[in-house]
């Protein structure tokens, strides 16, 4: 089942996530939903207050191997990179976040209940760090300057108000069609 995506402005967006107790089959169909939701929306990584869950589960998949995280912490960050970023919540909108150029991270696998740590760089790095955030209520314009999320006030807005950037992109082109 693919979910609506939450903009940025809605509650769930801005609390802080509680941590899974239990991996029953409810949180696996989650998983799967958010997979689905993620793909249709042609994103990297989606976090599960993104659509209106309150609870530290994240999904990412920059490419390699789809991942899905229980519980996530970042337990080592190292470096620092400024490099272009978007989120699900912000459609159509691309902004210079500055973050750490790799992490290590902790997670729960909702396969086998196991803990694991996993070691990134690069998008997934960025995506790590990206998605955790959204379990603590933060959200990528919250790492931005106040001067630069002034200039973007307009841009903003409209997402709040439920709009995207990037709605032309939505539609189909007969010509490119062909
Ligand atoms: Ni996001």
Redesign the pocket.
Known sequence: MKYRILHYGEEPLKKVSEPVKAIDNDLKVLIKDMFETMYAANGV?L?AP?IGKNIRVVVIDCGDDPIAMINPSIIKMTGKETAPEG???FPGLSENVQRATKVVAEYTDPEDGEVYEIEAEGLLARAIQ??TD?LDGV??VDRMSKARKLQIKNELEIIKQGGSLAEEEEEESPIEAK
Do not use: D, K, M, W
């Open positions: 990584g976090a993104q989120c699900l919540s990206h998605e959204h959200v990528f």
